[in-house]
């Protein structure tokens, strides 16, 4: 405990709030990935609808870790080459924050893409016909109708997605981020107590996933209330 608390700047501040931030920046960037796949998966047009299930279907069948690798190497190598051919850049480097933030959104987005198309789906279509007859706009129509009850069906599935994303983002400690796993590694490693500073990066994700948990609930409960007075 002693060499916990020695080194708790490094571990905890530094490291704890890089991956904080990793999960937070995938986060967003994957409800964005999520509400386009499921709007291209509901969509009339086939082509969109081919993509998406495409991407959902090549995403969830991918490693991880294999993805994490060839974007941040193979995707900088790629990036270059078409630079060089095309004569629009000369370099371009794919920082492990960068890389890690994008592909951890892009494997969730495929997830929450499914989360998204559930819950609209669970929307009776007649609530959406009636707000159209009595003449409320698009963008009423989602904000009144659409958005509260999209939030409520969606939720215990992002939930589950997002707690499994929060776990996800230990991956970006191999290609060289400094997060709460890469100095936890490196720090017992180098005392040779590689478990007790391991373990407390789990008791941080295990923090993290119980806050995150409280907060969720405390949100499905606010778009519930309604359903549950009745």
Do not use: H
């Not at 078409?82 to 371009?92: A, D």
């Amino acid at each position: 405990m002693e060499a916990i608390w020695e080194y708790r700047d490094l571990i905890f501040i530094k490291g704890g709030l890089l991956t904080v931030e990793v999960a937070v920046y995938s986060l967003i960037l994957a409800t964005i990935f999520g509400l386009l796949g499921s709007w291209a998966k509901l969509s009339k047009n086939k082509v969109a609808r081919a993509g998406a299930d495409g991407y959902t279907t090549i995403i969830r069948g991918i490693p991880d870790l294999v993805l994490m690798l060839l974007i941040f190497f193979q995707g900088q190598i790629l990036l270059n080459r078409f630079g060089e051919s095309t004569g629009l850049w000369t370099f371009v480097e794919i920082d492990p924050m960068t890389a890690g933030v994008f592909t951890i959104a892009f494997i969730m987005g495929a997830y929450y893409t499914e989360t998204f198309r559930g819950a609209f789906l669970s929307i009776p279509s007649g609530q959406i016909e009636a707000a159209t007859a009595c003449g409320m706009s698009r963008p009423l129509i989602f904000r009144r109708i659409i958005w509260p009850q999209l939030v409520r069906y969606a939720l215990p599935s992002f939930t589950n997605n997002w707690l499994v994303q929060l776990k996800t983002t230990a991956l970006v400690s191999l290609i060289g981020l400094q997060d709460i796993v890469y100095n936890a590694n490196a720090i017992g490693r180098k005392l040779r107590e590689p478990f007790t500073f391991l373990f407390a990066a789990l008791v941080f994700f295990l923090f993290l996933t119980a806050v995150s948990e409280i907060a969720l609930r405390l949100l499905e409960r606010r778009y519930s209330a309604g359903i549950r007075r009745a």
